[in-house]
């Protein structure tokens, strides 16, 4: 009976130890993405600026895993040839399946982390964002237009556009934009009102995690409007 324990203890290393390797061994790799956008000035230097703390590359994924390519090659045509698989930047459409291709993969993301959901583009159809996207709306919200991109943080980093206190800002960057939101009529104020509700100022001003913020009644990935029978049971 006492040899469980000892197990457990080898299996917690051998995983940890497996872990880091991968981690170690994916940073040491070649990444000609990032020494050349590193030097370039402006919008083109932005990602690979932001790309340190982004979850994917702290998980040992680089920019070829998003966008393909060869970032062992030296010459810049052919890292990024369509020879070499490069993808490019997906246009506002693709961009869900673009993120599903390794979100919808239980195996692939149970290297990364097992307890990541992998039903989220599933959801996303589901949504009054994901119907919009099939019917062709480019201002439709899609994956980073929430969870932004080249700087991707956990939800439970409170840098995460994510985290529970951000939500509300993160949702009022498209609901609370007049023009933004003016072909879709309906209102822009649900920030400037949950701001000064009792929910709002737990959240807002108390910083209480545990109070609702937009998604705890309208879903995430599988976001509707108020009216549908979920949303009136809440």
Known sequence: MKIRPFILIIFTLFTAVTYMSRRVIAQDEANTCMDCHLELDGELSEPALKFSGDVHNIEG????????????AEDAELAMSEARGFRGTP??????????TCHSDPAFIRNYNPTLATDQLDKYWTSHHGQLNKRGDRKAAECVSCHGVHDIRGAGDPRSS???????QTCANCHADKEYMASYKIPHDQYEKFRTSIHGEALLLRNDAGAPACNDCHGN?????????SIGRV
């Open 91 to 100: 246009s506002a459409l693709d961009i869900p399946r673009f993120c599903g």
């Open 162 to 168: 994510v985290y529970a206190k951000n939500v509300p």
């Open 221 to 229: 990935h599988a976001a509707m409007p108020p009216g549908v029978s």
């Open 61 to 72: 994924l680089s920019c070829a895993g998003c966008h393909g390519g060869d970032p062992a």
